[in-house]
């Protein structure tokens, strides 16, 4: 069992680039949570999916952030138009269900320049 | 909206001495979760309490939760350097975590020889 996969480890985007970030769960897993960490902080809530399902967005910026867990492949967690206030580790975590625990992939960490 | 409060934020001791942190939260949870964070990396699931009184103890850790208090505390034994770490708790809403959890900003530990 793999654990959580996230991709890429590190990634640097120049400000108004695109970042995509990758997050397969763990097998059997079919609920997905997206955090932000900035430097210094803990974990802030950010999405929450279900298979071809957006549960709860409600930490999710308005603009430029974007989310999906389609039928097939990763969750990705989109950035559009990337600023330096975008930098930070986003941690995916994966969960049997409700009530299950939750397991954190290894996170992306991304920097704009 | 749930706060989740941990102190100290910094804590500096001595190898072999006693300590401990403190999580407070302000609602109703169903669960409260510790993990631990190492510089760069991932976190890793430390406890889970379940029910008021609820007491884990793996190694030199032990953690309880007091949910009338909504309290729980980390309590560190006769600390050994490899402890050295960030430790957050993290609060599960009651009603099968929707939106995942909420955490505190970590206490970051430095176990001096």
């Known amino acids: 069992n793999a654990g959580v996969m996230q991709n890429p480890r590190h990634l640097v985007r120049r400000r108004g680039q695109e970042a995509r970030l990758r997050c397969s769960p763990m097998k059997g897993h079919s609920h997905v949570y997206w955090y932000r960490q900035l430097p210094e902080e803990g974990l802030k809530f950010m999405v929450y999916?279900?298979?071809?399902?957006?549960?709860?967005e409600s930490g999710m910026p308005k603009e430029r952030f974007s989310a999906e867990f389609p039928k097939e492949g990763p969750s990705i967690l989109r950035i559009q138009q990337v600023v330096r206030g975008d930098s930070a580790a986003y941690f995916c975590a994966s969960a049997q269900g409700i009530n299950f625990g939750y397991t954190f992939g290894s996170g992306t960490r991304l920097t704009v320049v | 909206e749930l706060k989740v409060e941990q102190n100290p934020l910094f804590l500096s001791m001595q190898e072999g001495k006693n300590y401990t942190i403190y999580c407070n939260y302000s609602?109703?949870?169903?669960?409260l979760y510790w993990y631990r964070q190492d510089p760069g990396k991932s976190l890793e699931s430390l406890f889970v309490l379940l029910s008021n009184g609820a007491v884990k103890q793996e190694g030199r850790l032990m953690a309880s939760l007091d949910t009338k208090a909504r309290l729980s505390t980390l309590h560190i034994t006769a600390a050994v350097h490899d402890l050295s770490a960030t430790y957050f708790c993290?609060?599960?809403?009651?009603?099968?975590?929707?939106?995942?959890?909420?955490f505190g900003k970590g206490t970051h530990l430095i176990i001096q020889p």
């Open positions: 609602t109703t949870s169903d669960r």
């Open positions: 999916l279900q298979k071809e399902n957006i549960i709860d």
């Open positions: 993290a609060v599960e809403v009651s009603g099968g975590g929707a939106d995942g959890l909420t």
